[in-house]
T-cell receptor, first 113, second 109 residues
Framework: EPEVTQTPSHQVTQMGQEVILRCVPISNHLYFYWYRQILGQKVEFLVSFYNNEISEKSEIFDDQFSVERPDGSNFTLKIRSTKLEDSAMYFC???????????FGPGTRLTVL | QKEVEQNSGPLSVPEGAIASLNCTYSDRVSQSFFWYRQYSGKSPELIMSIYSNGDKEDGRFTAQLNKASQYVSLLIRDSQPSDSATYLCAVKRNNRLAFGKGNQVVVIP
């Protein structure tokens, strides 16, 4: 069964460094998303991406964040100048055009020291 | 008012019993509703979607939607120890999913 994949599974970085989280959405899906979940808190929407541009973003998704689809398969989230409070699980999700269901990848645990 | 509310504390149910989970939402224009299961340290896994008022059954799971009351529920019949997880209610608005905090279910063998 097709699934969303994410790398790395765990990323440790120093405060102030830049990180790139990678995702490979399900191959026939056209909508891509990033969510995050701080430990013990609810899953929060960051951004949605369609047709090579951001279609919606939350108030969390400020200038520190950016997304890109560098090729036909990868979807990335870049976090510049990481802060301690960026420590969280970051989930990528994707959905088919015309369908509402979003399928999540296994997540990347980001730890900022 | 929170966008999606799941207020119940942890739910303990004996194996074989029915687990009942509730969720309310604030945005009346929402049209798509989902239940996800999340095991500890894992990602959300979609188990049910519902778009119309009434009941929708899939195996041991039944989702119920009442748009007038802005209420979504999930029933898990014949609960199994493998059902022990946190269940997340999610409501779609535009492109985003808004999640509730989740309800932890513990099935006791």
């Amino acid at each position: 069964e097709p699934e969303v994949t994410q790398t790395p599974s765990h990323q440790v970085t120093q405060m102030g460094q830049e990180v790139i989280l990678r995702c490979v959405p399900i191959s026939n899906h056209l909508y891509f998303y990033w969510y995050r979940q701080i430990l013990g808190q609810k899953v929060e929407f960051l951004v949605s991406f369609y047709n090579n541009e951001i279609s919606e973003k939350s108030e969390i998704f400020d200038d520190q964040f950016s997304v890109e689809r560098p090729d036909g398969s990868n979807f990335t989230l870049k976090i510049r100048s990481t802060k301690l409070e960026d420590s969280a699980m970051y989930f990528c999700a994707s959905s088919e055009e015309g369908y509402n269901e979003q399928f999540f990848g296994p997540g990347t645990r980001l730890t900022v020291l | 008012q929170k966008e999606v509310e799941q207020n119940s504390g942890p739910l303990s149910v004996p194996e074989g019993a029915i687990a009942s989970l509730n969720c309310t939402y604030s945005d009346r224009v929402s049209q798509s509703f989902f239940w996800y299961r999340q095991y500890s340290g894992k990602s959300p896994e979609l188990i049910m979607s519902i778009y119309s008022n009434g009941d929708k059954e899939d195996g041991r799971f039944t989702a119920q939607l009442n748009k007038a009351s802005q209420y979504v529920s999930l029933l898990i019949r014949d609960s199994q120890p493998s059902d022990s997880a946190t269940y997340l209610c999610a409501v779609k608005r535009n492109n985003r999913l808004a999640f509730g905090k989740g309800n932890q279910v513990v099935v006791i063998p």
